[in-house]
């Protein structure tokens, strides 16, 4: 259990040696704007992670609104989720729409064959969806169809949710209980077709992109970001090849290609690795392997700067987060997880490497919101806990939609464990849309605390305040018993001639403005 701890660090402190890493921002060098779609989130129906965690249905003894727990929408609410993706993930390939619409009570039964083979009822649809969203206050990102659908059904989708018209689908909605479009901000055209999504190669994929696209129709006020599905993991044909080949016109829309990439500790997909109780090597391997994250980012921007210089198509890591072997006895399917200190930092090191690449990335989404892989949230029936990942996410607020400004690290703490090194500290700035800096700084290594001295050129800087989030154990994480074990205090510093000077304890995040 750790304490609250406030850390001031005053002049005796800062004035010590010299500190070990350096990190230089300048305030006058701003580069992109860090889109807000980069904290968005992920529901799938997959496990407990609609029905349950999200979704108790409006005659549920759990409080809710519309069928959506109130507790569950409350703690996001805080987290200004900005952006939800849904119905899938693999699940969105053999979702056929027209099941989820109309009165629930006569809509099929069908398996969710991807996902622990349990009754999909379709209890949650188009209408249900469109509620959590507005209530969040976020934006609407629907996954199409590509694997089990045809060109029409997805088209008429689009036309369901967007049209203003008289036109049958339309009425149809508006006999539903929705008079005005709902407004659809994103739509994929499948998911990792690669893979779940139907097996092809990036040639046949980017075929068949084509030819969903040219009859996706919407009006001109409701026309969504079109996503392609695009690679994972160190794959860059995907990205290659859609943006050499799909060449926009009139009628034919690629804003985006998406990419997955999830972070194993062992790599191997049979035994992923323990969500607590870990040895330090497998602490070391997972962040050994998010990190690769960043050069993976990079060889997809190489692709794509090549096929469009002019940077018209994103980069949407719209699946990312730690996938360990499920904790506790729910069907394997189900993908529960613990998430601990050690997701904290996973989080927060892709936040970063994620500003970093703001040019092209204006979207990622963690998988997933509630009950499934790295989660905000878990659930015990009526009972909720917040997760290390949703402290994180509180914490990085400030960086939606603020403008980046140049960072350079020198002289990087390294972590060192076998034959394994990796930089120890990680550091993000930007100038929010409150107008102070903010920075964010993390420390990898669950041994020792790092020496950091932040020098900010361009602007006087008096002190730091913020939160900090650290813990005493690798694995440390919240209960339904012990909710509160890892959660964020506050933290402040002072800085001396303009310079400050932090120990960043082991294994922490530190969010902090400038004063
Ligand atoms: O997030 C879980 C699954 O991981 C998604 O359904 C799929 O797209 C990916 O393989």
Redesign the pocket.
């Known amino acids: 259990m750790i304490k609250p701890l406030v850390m001031a660090l005053g002049l005796g402190m800062s004035l010590g040696a010299l500190a070990d890493t350096q990190v230089k921002i300048d305030a006058a060098k701003t580069g992109p704007v860090i889109n807000k779609n980069i904290y968005g989130q ?1 529901a ?1 129906h ?1 496990g407990r992670g609609i029905y349950e965690g999200l979704w108790v249905g409006p005659d549920s003894t759990i409080p809710n609104t519309k069928g959506w727990r109130n507790d569950v929408v409350g703690a996001l609410k805080e987290l200004q989720v900005p952006l939800i993706r849904w119905p ?5 390939d053999e979702y056929h729409w027209r099941e989820g619409i109309g009165p629930r009570e006569q809509r099929p039964a069908r398996v969710n064959t ?2 622990g083979g349990v009754i999909e009822d379709n209890a949650v649809g188009t209408h249900e969806f469109f509620d959590l969203v507005e209530m969040l206050g976020a934006e609407a990102y629907v996954n199409g169809n590509l694997g089990t659908g045809t060109p029409q059904e997805m088209a008429e989708w689009l036309e369901y949710m967007t049209s203003d018209s008289k036109s049958t689908l339309a009425e149809l909605r508006r006999k539903n209980g929705r008079d005005k479009p709902f407004r659809v901000h994103y739509f994929a055209i499948g ?2 077709a690669w ?3 139907g097996n092809m190669t990036p040639e046949f994929y980017t075929h068949l992109y084509k030819q969903y696209a040219s009859f996706l129709k919407t009006p001109k006020d409701n026309t969504p970001v079109m996503i392609a599905s695009g690679g ?1 993991t160190e794959d860059t044909s995907w990205a290659d090849h859609l943006t050499a080949n799909v060449k926009p016109n009139w009628s034919l829309r690629m804003d985006a290609v998406s990419f ?1 990439y ?1 972070t194993l500790p062992t790599g191997d997909w049979v035994k992923k690795g323990a969500a607590t109780g870990f040895p330090e090597s497998e602490w070391m391997s997972t962040m050994v392997n998010t990190l690769k994250m960043d050069q993976f980012i990079i060889n997809n921007k190489k692709v794509m700067d090549k096929n469009d210089p002019e940077k018209k198509v994103g980069f949407y890591v719209d ?1 990312w ?1 730690t ?1 360990y072997d499920v904790t506790g006895d729910d069907d394997p399917g189900f ?1 529960y997880q613990q998430n601990s200190m050690r997701d904290a930092i996973v989080a927060a090191l892709n936040f970063n490497i994620f500003h970093k690449h703001a040019d092209r990335v204006h979207m990622s989404i963690i ?2 919101m509630v009950n ?2 790295q989660a905000m949230i878990l659930t015990d029936k009526e009972k909720m806990i917040l997760t290390p990942t949703y402290h994180v996410f509180k914490m990085y607020k400030p960086f939606q939609d603020a403008t980046s400004l140049q960072i350079e690290l020198k002289n990087v703490a390294r972590y060192k464990l076998g034959k394994s090194s990796i930089p120890a500290v990680s550091a993000t700035a930007a100038r929010a849309k409150d107008g102070k800096i903010y920075i964010a700084l993390v420390n990898a290594n669950p041994n020792q605390a790092e020496k950091v001295s932040v020098n900010l050129a361009g602007v006087a800087m008096n002190s730091v305040k913020g939160e900090i989030l650290t813990a005493a154990a690798m694995d440390a994480h919240n209960t339904f018993a012990a909710p509160e074990n890892v959660k964020p205090a506050p933290f402040a510093a002072n800085a001396a001639n303009g310079k400050l000077a932090i120990d960043v304890p082991a294994k922490s995040v530190i969010v902090v403005a400038v004063e």
């Open positions: 992920f799938e997959l899938g993930g693999c699940f969105a991807n996902w998911n990792e893979g779940c999504g994972h997955h999830y699946e987060g996938w993908l998988a997933q499934v892989l």
